[in-house]
Structures are given as structure tokens and as C-alpha cells.
């Protein structure tokens, strides 16, 4: 038997893992989420090569299955180059050891401190994350990192407080008191009620 057989046997079984990341604060950080989750969506949504989480657990070793870990989620990160499928969490053994290229946590009075310190260590120094943003929906606080070397250099924003990614190949802004995706030409990216609206109005 090979070394790697050896270690497969070893490794618990991940096909009934859940994600443990606990549940958001209030409904104001349920529909931020959900506009970002389906305004990336909408914007890829001729592509079959991406996974998106949405408040969702990546299980990166095995202390976290046995209650060793303090990380229990992330609120919203994308993951490129990976089939498009759903999935209960992210599992990086079984995916290739594929991380997130991009995250967003929706900061909190209670998570801020985590986002700021434990979150942005873990993603730089072991996810390896290429971008990682934060967004309060009750501050507004907003504010972005790239992955440089073996640091996270600040993303500074355009005069209306736009932030580039990369990853997608959008900014993201702060529009109405939210989180929202912009085109290089500088076009919203519409939400599905705002897609329903258009459409509604075509007809009459």
C-alpha cells in the first residue's frame, strides 16, 4: 500500500460533513449576502468553472473535526477553476487543496476584532487568499486587502470609494448602504429584482 493510500485510510469521512458556521446576526446581513451571491451569479452566469459559499465552513484540517479549531466559516468567498456544483461545505482535501481566490466577511460589532486579527491572518498565511474584503452592513465600514508575497497590502479606493478585485473583474462599492458590484464601465450589476423590474417594463 502507498503512502498516500496510508494517509487516505487515515482521513475521516468527509461525505456527511455540514458547515458549523453560525448563524448571521439579522436580516439586514441575510440580504447583503444574498445580493452578492446572485449578483455574482447573474454576472457568470455563462460559466461553469466556479463555486461560490455563502456562509459556509472550509474544512482545511483535521483539528477542525475534532473541535481543535477556533475558525467555524466564512460568510462569502469564491473559489475559481473548480466544478460548478453544490456543495454542503468546502472540503480542501477532497477539492484539489483548492482555497478561496477571494472573501468577504460581513463584519459585526461581535466579529470585528476576528475579521480583523484571526480571519486575515488565516487567509493570508494559510488559505493563501489573493483578495479579502470586509464589509460592516451596520457601519459601513469597508475595506480591502490583496495578497502580495507574504502580505496583505491594502487595495486602495478610487475617489468615490470604489475598491478593484481582480478576481472578479468588478469593484466592489458601497451603494445605497450596500455591498454592491460595478463593472469596469462603471454599470451596477443588477439583482434579480432589479432584472425582474427592467424586464417588467420592457413589457409595458
Do not use: H
Request: aromatic content about 14%; hydrophobic content about 35%.
Amino acid at each position: 500500500m502507498s503512502t498516500a493510500e496510508e494517509i487516505e485510510k487515515l482521513m475521516p469521512d468527509t461525505s456527511q460533513l455540514l458547515s458549523i458556521q453560525p448563524e448571521m446576526e439579522s436580516p439586514l446581513y441575510y440580504t447583503q449576502l444574498n445580493m452578492l451571491v446572485t449578483g455574482l451569479e447573474w454576472w457568470w452566469r455563462d460559466r461553469e468553472d466556479f463555486f461560490i459559499g455563502a456562509n459556509l465552513t472550509i474544512y482545511y484540517c483535521r483539528q477542525q473535526l475534532e473541535g481543535m479549531e477556533d475558525y467555524l466559516g466564512t460568510d462569502f468567498f469564491v473559489i475559481e477553476g473548480v466544478e460548478k456544483r453544490p456543495r454542503n461545505c468546502w472540503v480542501a482535501w477532497e477539492e484539489d487543496a483548492s482555497y478561496p481566490d477571494l472573501v468577504i466577511e460581513l463584519m459585526s460589532d461581535s466579529t470585528a476584532d476576528v475579521d480583523r486579527g484571526f480571519k486575515k491572518d488565516l487567509y493570508r498565511n494559510t488559505f493563501r487568499v489573493a483578495e479579502y474584503f470586509w464589509f460592516s452592513p451596520d457601519t459601513l465600514e469597508f475595506n480591502g486587502f490583496y495578497l502580495s508575497g507574504s502580505q496583505y497590502i491594502p487595495r486602495e479606493p478610487l475617489e468615490n470609494g470604489w475598491r478593484w478585485s481582480k478576481v472578479l473583474g468588478l469593484y466592489l462599492a458601497v451603494v445605497d448602504g450596500k455591498l454592491r458590484y460595478v463593472s469596469r464601465d462603471g454599470e451596477l450589476v443588477p439583482t434579480p429584482e432589479e432584472l425582474a423590474t427592467l424586464a417588467q417594463q420592457k413589457i409595458t
